[in-house]
């Protein structure tokens, strides 16, 4: 039986003390799904996502550096290859093998970085209107936005999230509210200039093995993948994986419409696995 409280961990990596909830971890007869938040999130950003996967994964999620009870590091310290890095470690850590890699946002960044990674096989790859290029108008945007989110005292915080997103469950208002809350001094400035360096990340999807879904919100309503760039993701993942194109929802597709994510990310795991890729030269 699953239950929606999880497990707290705290778990020793070269970057630090990183912290991880987990839920259904003790049934190892499961396979594993490991889902990695966006910027300005953390473990509670998955409150009711954990669960619903809980019924049939292990569940774990990680603060990324920066972010929630993990390690606050100087700024500079926040490229995505190092992010991608500390789940690597993670992942190695606690034994979970080829989990099933599911990443939001700047997290979506990370978890592509990672699956690219030669010799790095997984069990799948989601990835929720994930950044692959900070230099768009939209993510410039949000990071504008989050100096000033940061600012505000929980209770404003809690009320403009209730005027924007009025839809969304109260668990979600307060995990959007603790995560903001818990970001460090430096973690989105540096997160946005570094991976604006980075530059576009879009053809990585050519390098992932194995099965890939990435889960596009709408730009009307927020989603950060522009049409020009959806065009190039479908061309990249090839036959490899699929783009989930959602009108009804923006950024937060979990937030917004938890079964529908849900029923991605299900379809994900179960579609059969496609032989691997050459990496592109």
Do not use: N
Request: proline letters at 6%; a negative charge; one cysteine or more.
């Amino acid at each position: 039986m699953t239950t929606d409280h999880p497990d707290s961990h705290l778990v020793d990596l070269p970057a630090g003390r990183f912290h991880a909830w987990s839920w259904g971890g003790d049934d190892v007869t499961r396979p594993t799904a490991v889902l990695v938040h966006g910027l300005s999130g953390c473990v509670d950003s998955w409150v009711r996502v954990g669960p619903a996967l809980a019924a049939t994964h292990r569940v774990w999620a990680l603060d990324l550096r920066g972010h929630g009870a993990s390690p606050k590091l100087p700024r500079g310290s926040y490229d995505l290859r190092a992010a991608a890095d500390d789940v690597a470690a993670f992942i190695d850590q606690l034994g979970l093998g080829r989990p099933l890699l599911v990443g939001h946002s700047w997290g979506g960044a990370v978890s592509l970085v990672l699956a690219a990674t030669p010799g790095r096989v997984l069990g799948g790859l989601v990835l929720e209107d994930p950044a692959l290029d900070f230099r768009t108008e939209g993510l410039r945007a949000t990071i504008a936005g989050l100096a000033a989110a940061r600012a505000m005292t929980p209770e404003a915080l809690r009320a403009s999230t209730v005027a924007a997103f009025p839809h969304w469950d109260p668990r979600d208002v307060e995990s959007r509210v603790r995560g903001i809350q818990l970001l460090g001094e430096h973690t989105a400035a540096s997160v946005a200039e570094q991976s604006a360096i980075a530059g576009d990340q879009v053809s990585l999807l050519e390098r992932v093995p194995g099965r890939v879904a990435v889960v596009r919100g709408a730009p009307a309503l927020g989603g950060v993948i522009p049409d020009a760039m959806a065009v190039r993701i479908e061309g990249a993942l090839g036959g490899h994986g699929r783009l989930v194109e959602l009108d009804h929802v923006g950024h937060q597709v979990h937030r917004d419409d938890l079964d529908t994510f849900v029923a991605a990310v299900a379809d994900a795991a179960t579609s059969p696995a496609s032989p691997r890729r050459p990496a592109s030269v």
